[in-house]
């Protein structure tokens, strides 16, 4: 996540642009990274530019926030800001294509909460597959180390103050469509043998407790 406050920066992939290949190519990360993601966060900057009350606000701050914030940018700010910081954990919770699994303490909340590994896949698919239009499918979990599973439309995050978001699969067509076209199923398929467990283990073995 983006620990510091306004000006919000563009974070570099963790991996080479090719590192996620065939599942997402080149073209399709250099597009997604370098032009939609750096558009979210410089439209960030600029609703925040005239507020130097607000800059002092970090990113989850201003996403739990949304209420209090002037209207004039309220929208401006859920949009790009959820742009951000979705698109940041989006990018940081893939890796190289290997079918990993999840491990340790995640696996077993997984297999308690959703049955098996196999039916959590399912049930995350069907949530990619049943958001209408442009969101997210996330994995969740709450304090306590009970996960769920939600979709977003846009760029809303869930509750943020509720929740610690493990992972999340972008479903917008900008996320699969130079590559996939039409075929979100494919690209949701592919998506999955890119997760970094690890990675997302240790979210779960580090969420905020309520
Ligand atoms: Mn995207």
Redesign the pocket.
């Known amino acids: 996540m983006n620990p510091e406050i306004y000006p919000f920066v563009v974070r570099p992939l963790p991996y080479e642009y090719d590192a996620l290949m065939p599942v997402l190519d080149e073209e399709t990360l250099h597009f997604?990274h370098d032009k939609?993601?750096k558009t979210y966060v410089d439209n960030l900057n600029k609703a925040l530019a005239d507020y130097p009350e607000l800059q002092k606000l970090s990113l989850k701050e201003l996403l739990t926030g949304l209420e209090k914030l002037p209207a004039v940018v309220r929208t401006a700010i859920r949009n790009n800001g959820g742009?951000v910081y979705?698109?940041e954990l989006?990018f940081d919770m893939m890796k190289g294509a290997c079918g990993q699994e999840p491990g340790g303490e995640l696996a077993e909340a997984i297999n308690r909460d959703f049955g098996s590994y196999r039916q959590w896949k399912e049930q995350m698919k069907e949530a990619a597959m049943s958001q209408f239009g442009s969101g997210w499918a996330w994995l969740l979990t709450d304090g306590e180390g009970k996960l769920s599973i939600v979709k977003t439309a846009n760029q809303d995050v869930p509750d943020l103050m509720l929740y610690t978001p493990l992972l999340l699969v972008?479903v917008?067509e900008?996320?699969y469509y130079l590559q996939y076209q039409n075929r979100r199923a494919d690209y949701v398929d592919g998506w999955f043998d890119l997760i970094h467990w690890r990675k997302v283990g240790k979210r779960y073995e580090e969420r905020n407790v309520i």
Request: hydrophobic share 20%; charged share 10%; proline share 0%.
């Open positions: 997604h939609h993601y742009g979705n698109h989006y972008d917008w900008h996320a």
